[in-house]
């Protein structure tokens, strides 16, 4: 079975946006650069940086509401299980004609396949934490996250691998 391209754009995503190195201030400055992408666009969305067990980032603009804190939850939890982002994770699912929250193995309430959470992954440690954007559709939640890793990268010199 052939892959399809949205599956195989979005591999190529995680493999390409790679950090050298991801620090607290590094969550800030990532975080900082979404916010003014999203603020600058008048998207009412939650962002969120954390790893495991500890938010590095948050920031809530103007137009999203208490649910996005229940998708950040949610979206994060599933990333940092499998590490791969939701949006991979929803194609390579659909693929296969399974759904791990529907078939009752992930607990619904606390895993969700949306789209708009990214593995923070730094070369040599592997995933470490978790982007999340929440408050637009799950593919624009992606791209908003995936927009800003990419740019920060640039910034700060990294190249893919």
């Known amino acids: 079975m052939t892959e399809s391209p949205r599956l195989t754009e979005?591999?190529?995503q995680e493999e390409e946006l790679v950090f050298a190195s991801f620090d607290h201030h590094d969550a800030w400055r990532l975080g900082s650069l979404i916010a003014n992408h999203a603020i600058a666009s008048?998207?009412?969305?939650?962002?969120?940086?954390?790893?495991h067990n500890i938010v590095l980032?948050?920031?809530?603009?103007?137009g999203a509401t208490s649910d996005q804190e229940e998708?950040?939850?949610r979206k994060s939890a599933s990333v940092l299980r499998f590490e791969h982002s939701t949006a991979l994770l929803s194609e390579e699912f659909a693929?296969?004609?399974?759904?791990?929250v529907g078939g009752g193995w992930l607990a619904?309430?606390?895993y969700t396949l949306a789209g708009g959470s990214f593995p923070l992954r730094v070369r040599g440690a592997g995933v470490i934490g978790a982007v999340t954007v929440s408050g637009l559709s799950s593919d624009e939640d992606h791209q908003l996250v995936v927009d800003g890793i990419r740019s920060y990268l640039k910034t700060v010199g990294v190249s893919a691998p």
């Open 10 to 12: 979005l591999r190529r």
């Open 42 to 51: 008048e998207f009412g969305v939650a962002i969120d940086i954390r790893r």
């Open 108 to 110: 619904h309430e606390d």
């Open 95 to 100: 693929a296969r004609g399974h759904s791990p």
């Open 71 to 73: 998708w950040i939850r």
């Open 57 to 62: 980032f948050r920031c809530v603009l103007p």
